[in-house]
T-cell receptor, first 114, second 115 residues
Framework: AQKVTQAQTEISVVEKEDVTLDCVYETRDTTYYLFWYKQPPSGELVFLIRRNSFDEQNEISGRYSWNFQKSTSSFNFTITASQVVDSAVYFCALFSGGYNKLIFGAGTRLAVHP | EAGVAQSPRYKIIEKRQSVAFWCNPISGHATLYWYQQILGQGPKLLIQFQNNGVVDDSQLPKDRFSAERLKGVDSTLKIQPAKLEDSAVYLC?????????????FGPGTRLTVL
């Protein structure tokens, strides 16, 4: 079965706090891709990152970083020094060759308060 | 580069009525997707086109939903007749090609309310 679990439904932080969004996935395929998308109030899904199953290197992009751990089937996303503009719903998604479609988690709503 | 365009942005209809949504993907993108996003959930794939052919419609309620992609460019998704549970945001996305190594670009969506 292909499944993505984002256990945190909503997170509320104060500006400049660090915040980590959790993502746990399930797949039997050995080749797969993991994604994070941001959905601001405007509704459009914005691509943040793609990771393939053979690349476990962590990635940093400005205030954003991602921790991919195959041993725990997790692909967590950390925002450092959060800002109000980071307020959005964040989705983790899985694409595996056997299933051949993008499976999204339920999303985590992040509210960053001034 | 222009993004994925969708219209209308909002639609309110009564149950049993018909509705159609339009999508214009990014130029040159062979693969087009329609997703349904119910409030509080992640998007769920309804149908996927490769050029003008359907490659996956396993989650499309075919008794009431239909979609086409004439000439392998624009696409239309239709619901006839609509039910209350069809209230959702309908997202169109496109990618250069199929496969997980191809980023999907999403449009702004059409928010459908069925009364």
């Amino acid at each position: 079965a292909q499944k993505v679990t984002q256990a945190q439904t909503e997170i509320s932080v104060v500006e400049k706090e660090d915040v980590t969004l959790d993502c746990v996935y399930e797949t039997r395929d050995t080749t797969y891709y993991l994604f994070w998308y941001k959905q601001p109030p405007s509704g459009e899904l914005v691509f943040l990152i793609r990771r393939n199953s053979f690349d476990e290197q962590n990635e940093i992009s400005g205030r954003y970083s991602w921790n991919f751990q195959k041993s725990t089937s997790s692909f967590n996303f950390t925002i450092t020094a959060s800002q109000v503009v980071d307020s959005a719903v964040y989705f983790c998604a899985l694409f595996s060759g056997g299933y051949n479609k993008l499976i999204f988690g339920a999303g985590t709503r992040l509210a960053v308060h001034p | 580069e222009a993004g994925v365009a969708q219209s209308p942005r909002y639609k309110i209809i009564e149950k049993r009525q018909s509705v159609a949504f339009w999508c214009n993907p990014i130029s040159g993108h062979a693969t087009l997707y329609w997703y349904q996003q119910i409030l509080g959930q992640g998007p769920k794939l309804l149908i996927q086109f490769q050029n003008n052919g359907v490659v996956d419609d396993s989650q499309l309620p075919k008794d009431r939903f239909s979609a086409e992609r004439l000439k392998g460019v624009d696409s239309t998704l239709k619901i006839q007749p609509a039910k209350l549970e069809d209230s959702a945001v309908y997202l169109c996305a496109s990618s250069l090609n199929r496969g997980g190594n191809n980023e999907q670009f999403f449009g702004p969506g059409t928010r459908l309310t069925v009364l």
